[in-house]
């Protein structure tokens, strides 16, 4: 979804140099308005900050309604700043130190916690307390093995296979368990497995945890990056889920439980655009190569997942001599590719690209790799205007922790 036209992506790149991140308010807010509008507030949605980190973004997607989602004491800490409330910060990490557990305690943040020996670490440290724990049912979804997050070949979750010992370290330690999650992986587009993967969690907590407060079924909702693809329809995703959960609640013996979703990139994916220039142009043995400043240390996506992303010319309709390009970036490396088989043959230096769909794992996933700099973030405002949410980084960045 491209909102900026050639002038706007010209005068920014003038002022804040290339590449540069922009995101659209207005599609921000609609999609998280879209969200809450399917639930009905039958399901409380939080936004997963690993997706995006931004600072303004986060307070809007809070001004929204939406709690949060948080991996690490970083991202707590960027969550108050950005100024969510503890009640409002839901803990979800793995495999973590005593002070990471210690760091949430002390800020009366809850916790989940995917392993037993996690569950006895923070017993140890906050006896009596409360906690959630992380189950994998054993169901996995996602575009990429490498985001398939439960299943039987991922890091994740407490096989269910272990309650009676999760039952007897929460006994040991007096720790009142108040909620159970999952997430089954990232980016699916069908409804389907994500309705199987509650029923399973639902019938696991029915079977073996009374009393809880909450079940939250995780995240993964997709977007569209290809042409053709159909987006997720959340009225049928809500459609499906609501009858599992009335069956629940009527079998359940607290009927005040309450339900929650982890949405991270339908939140924010697409209203992300990612504005860069053509720095060169070349043929190597028969091959068309755009050589661009998007390397993946600014993008990360498709160089990690293989990931496809929509790539256009701005200002420019056609494709040139129809031949396909190889679009890559400035990272001395031979993986350093943003895009394969591309109708852009008509690209000249100077020319200024975008990459759609750049709003999830974009800037929260760049590096200072080949000591290249960041790129400034920038918002377009529901009026029409630009406000510079992040600036780049600059040389001197680079040196101020040595």
Known sequence: MIFLNHDEAAELTAEYGSPIYVYSEEILRDRCRALLEAFQGRVAPSFSIKANSNLTLLKIIREEGFGADAMSPGEIFILEKAGFQSDEIFYIGNNVSTDELRYCIDRGILVSV???SQLEKLGRINRGGRVAIRFNTGIGAGHC??????????KFGVDPAFCREVKEALSRYDMKLVGVNQHIGSLF???EPYLRAAEGLLDLVA??????????????FGVPYRPGEE??????LAEGLFPILDAFTARYDNKYVHFKCE???YICAECGLLVGKVRAVKENYGELYIGTDIGFNV???????DSYHEVALLGKDGAGDGRLATVVGNICESGDILAKDRALAGAKEG????????????YSMASNYNSRLRPAELLKTRQGDFRLIRASDTLESLTQNF
């Not at 490498?146 to 991922?154: D, L, N, Q, Y």
């Not at 809880?212 to 079924?217: G, K, P, Q, R, T």
């Not at 993008?299 to 997942?305: D, F, G, N, S, T």
Request: hydrophobic share 40%.
């Open 189 to 191: 587009l069908s409804p």
């Open 145 to 154: 093995d490498k985001v398939v997050t439960a299943g039987h070949k991922t």
């Open 299 to 305: 993008l990360m996506r498709p160089v990690l997942y």
């Open 351 to 362: 020319d200024l690209l975008v990459v759609g769909n750049a709003g999830a794992y974009g």
């Open 263 to 265: 949405p991270g990139r």
């Open 231 to 236: 987006p997720l329809e959340l009225a049928a």
């Open 207 to 220: 079977e073996n945890f009374p009393g809880l407060d909450f079940v939250d079924f995780g995240g993964g």
């Open 114 to 116: 995917d392993s037993i």
